[in-house]
C-alpha cells in the first residue's frame, strides 16, 4: 500500500516520530551492547528509523512496532558486524584514569570472553532480553520461533554465562 497523498506520508512521519520517542533509549543501549561502539550504535539507530520509514510507505505499520524496530536493527547491527568480521560486546567508555580503572576492564574483559563463548543465538537472546528489555514473546516475534523456544534458550544462555562467569573469576 504506496503512501498516495501527503497526509499519508505526514502521518508515517508522525508515527516515527513516536515510535523514536517510545524505542530510542532501549535500541540505542541494545545496538551499543551488541557492536561495543557507541558511535557506531547511533549511526545505526539512525538507519534503523530510515529504514522504518521507508518501510512504511509500502506497508500498514506493525501490530508489535518494538519487535519489528528491534530486527531492523539486529539486522543492521549483523550486517555491520559481518562487514567488520569481528565481534564486540562491550565498550569501555570510561578512559578517565581512576583507580578502579583496572578493575573496569578486567571486568569488561570477563564479561566479553564470557558473551564471546556463549552461542551466537544464546548471546542474541541474552542481550534482547537483559539489555534490550525484550520479553520472551518479544524476541520470539523478532526471531521467528517459539516463545517456548525463546524461554530456553534465554534460560540457558544466563546460566551458561553465570559458570563461564565464575570460572573468569577463579
Known amino acids: ?22 524505542y530510542q533509549t532501549p535500541l540505542f543501549r541494545y545496538l551499543t551492547r551488541l557492536l561495543g561502539d557507541e558511535e557506531r550504535a547511533a549511526d545505526l539507530l539512525q538507519d534503523t528509523f530510515a529504514r522504518a520509514f521507508v518501510a512504511l510507505k509500502s506497508q500498514s505499520p506493525p501490530d508489535n512496532p518494538s519487535a519489528w524496530l528491534y530486527r531492523i536493527a539486529t539486522n543492521l547491527a549483523y550486517d555491520a558486524l559481518r562487514r567488520q568480521r569481528r565481534w564486540r560486546w562491550l565498550p569501555l567508555t570510561n578512559h578517565d584514569q581512576t583507580t578502579s580503572f583496572e578493575s573496569e576492564v578486567a571486568t569488561a574483559q570477563s564479561v566479553r570472553d564470557c558473551l564471546a563463548r556463549l552461542r551466537p543465538r544464546e548471546a542474541e537472546a541474552l542481550l534482547l532480553y537483559e539489555y534490550g528489555g525484550l520479553s520472551c514473546v518479544e524476541i520470539a516475534v523478532l526471531t521467528d520461533e517459539e516463545a517456548s523456544t525463546v524461554r530456553v534458550r534465554v534460560s540457558r544462555a544466563r546460566e551458561r554465562f553465570r559458570q563461564l562467569y565464575q570460572k573468569e573469576l577463579t
Open 1 to 22: 500500500m504506496e503512501l498516495a497523498t501527503a497526509d499519508d506520508a505526514d502521518a508515517a512521519c508522525h508515527l516515527i516520530a513516536r515510535w523514536f520517542a517510545d
